[in-house]
């Protein structure tokens, strides 16, 4: 038996899936990464990098599946394709600006502001907002700081900082998802998983299958894949990171459903619209039914 088991590994497609290393990802990824899960067929390898790094890792197709921005999407269409499930998205709430004293929305204009990466959502976001901004691209742990010290007049949190601010005395500006959701009446999609045109849509229908039944195993096991995910809180509290989780791994992460596929090619649309993003404005989605 012990034979069958290593000929049968042996023989299994090692899929390199790469994900951000933040509570929420891993609160995902739990039934994958400790094999509650069955991938027959499939063997995983999980790779971890902040979200803008996996963006820029994606124009060299170097992970097979991977977490990216939707506005980092629009650069990679052609070689990559959305998977229908492990998506975030933020329902009246996302990424905020914040600042060191209230300002108001026409203050952030040629304001000096710390960014995530030229290639998130939440910059997209942003300059939807606000076109005028100065942006300065910098670590994402590090935005609440720079703010803090007055490296930079406001600093645009995603991630656990969205919940960590008001702790650091700092002042919300706007939350984008908020805003987003007043303009269009949509949850604002973040970031989705994606996976490389290359390995055809038989391997993508299994691999949004084994994605899907993962996040369905941690919403099940919930204590258990919260607290696999605290190594991975960064400092939170358990009801902060148990909050944080509730807000990104939901209904919207085992599928989009119509709604969010909207929501997807609303936010597209737009970014082509403002010539911040290049076209076309429509997204493909492959699910794990066959087409």
């Known amino acids: ?3 069958a088991s290593r000929e049968a590994t042996s023989k299994a497609r090692e ?3 790469a994900h951000s290393p933040d509570s929420d990802d891993a609160f995902m990824f739990y039934g994958l990464a400790t094999h509650k899960v069955r991938t027959p067929g499939l063997q995983f390898s999980h790779v971890l990098a902040d979200i803008e790094t996996l963006n820029q890792a994606a124009n060299d197709e170097v992970y097979d599946v991977t977490a990216i921005s939707f506005a980092a ?5 052609e070689k990559y394709v959305l998977l229908d499930c492990g ?3 933020g329902e009246g709430y996302g990424p905020i600006v914040v600042a060191s004293h209230p300002l108001r929305r026409e203050e952030l204009a040629g304001m000096r502001i710390g960014i995530p990466g030229l290639r998130t959502t939440a910059y997209l976001t942003l ?5 005028r901004i100065s942006p300065v691209v910098m670590a994402f742990d590090k935005i609440l700081d720079a703010v803090r010290s007055g490296t930079v007049e406001a600093g645009l949190l995603i991630h656990e900082g969205q919940l960590l601010f008001p702790q650091m005395g700092l002042h919300r500006v706007v939350d984008l998802g908020q805003w987003w959701l007043e303009q269009t009446g949509l949850p604002l999609p973040l970031g989705g998983n994606a996976i490389r045109r290359a390995l055809g849509a038989r391997t993508g229908r299994q691999v949004a299958k084994v994605i899907r039944e993962s996040v369905a195993y941690s919403l099940e096991h919930r204590e258990a894949a919260l607290n696999y995910a605290m190594q991975f809180a960064r400092d939170m ?3 902060l990171a148990d909050k944080f989780v509730g807000m990104y791994v939901n209904k919207w992460t085992l599928g989009y459903g119509e709604p969010g596929r909207r929501a997807v090619r ?3 649309a737009r970014g082509v619209a403002a010539g911040l993003i290049p076209g076309p404005a429509e997204p493909e989605f492959l699910s794990e039914a066959a087409e």
């Open 1 to 3: 038996m012990a034979t």
């Open 15 to 17: 899929i390199k899936l």
């Open 73 to 77: 999407y629009a650069h990679l269409r």
């Open 87 to 89: 998506a975030s998205f």
């Open 127 to 131: 300059k939807l907002y606000e076109p």
């Open 237 to 239: 509290e358990p009801e």
């Open 266 to 268: 609303e936010l597209l």
